[in-house]
């Protein structure tokens, strides 16, 4: 009777854990959210939110609050569901358009990092969520910043997370939807008490150097993008947020 109760109690926690509202630590509600973008439609599906850009094909950025208890789950296994993202009027990129490109799907929410969700890891393959990245480069360098993101999440208690492409004109393609093909990558990296962070520009190709050689400030990702981060601080303590960062807060495993 007892081994009931108890696997009763515990299918019930992960239940409740799969699908209550995520509690954000600081109390800025939507801090992580960037200034939107021209025209883009803003989406927010169960575990992170979208700016999605029609002209590309795919998202300038992808926010979301990763907490320790998130980067540390494996509670579910990818899906590898890749498929159109319902929720874009537009209609978002194609498994198609992928196809025989020579480049992979690249995940800018990794899936990794929504394994403690059913809902959060399926809507991870949405297209919306991915752009053309070199294979080298998908499995290789960005594959280390997310797996060092995780730590630093673990470290830190939660980290806010905002990543994407860096989108700019004449951009090559791939499809009949013409998805661009970016020549750099930007990942923001802020401590949930929004004392501490870091941002990473990695150019899509193979790489070598370790992480700390791509680390920048977040207003050189600002110069670069166009995009305004973390708009809902107040003045002071954005500047002092995005205009400096310190290597030493900042433990580096890759």
């Known amino acids: 009777m007892k081994t009931k109760i108890f696997t009763i109690l515990f299918i019930s926690s992960i239940v409740l854990f799969n699908t209550s509202c995520k509690k954000k630590p600081t109390e800025i509600n939507n801090v992580e959210i960037p200034a939107e973008v021209g025209s883009n439609q803003i989406i ?123 989108l700019e004109p004449d951009l090559p393609t791939i499809g009949d939807n013409e998805v661009s093909v970016p020549k750099f990558y930007y990942k923001i990296i802020v401590s949930n008490d929004l004392t501490k962070g870091i941002a990473f520009v990695m150019p899509n190709e193979s790489l070598d150097s370790s992480l700390v050689y791509y680390a920048v400030s977040i207003s050189e990702v600002e110069d670069m993008t166009g995009i305004d981060f973390f708009p809902k601080l107040r003045k002071v303590d954005e500047n002092k947020l995005e205009n400096s960062f310190n290597l030493n807060d900042w433990e580096f495993s890759y």
């Open 44 to 166: 927010e599906h169960f575990a992170y939110t979208i700016s999605y850009n029609e002209m590309h094909e795919q998202s300038d950025w992808v926010v979301y609050l990763l907490t320790r208890e998130e980067a540390t789950s494996d509670l579910f296994d990818r899906t590898d569901n890749f498929r159109p993202d319902p929720d874009v009027m537009s209609t978002s990129a194609e498994l198609n358009d992928y196809y025989l490109s020579g480049y992979d799907r690249g995940h800018l929410a990794p899936a990794a990092d929504m394994a403690w969700s059913e809902t959060a890891m399926s809507e991870s393959f949405f297209m919306s969520n991915m752009s053309p990245q070199v294979h080298s480069f998908n499995a290789g360098k960005w594959f280390s910043l997310e797996k060092q993101t995780r730590i630093w999440a673990d470290i830190y208690n939660g980290v806010y997370v905002v990543v994407g492409p860096i």
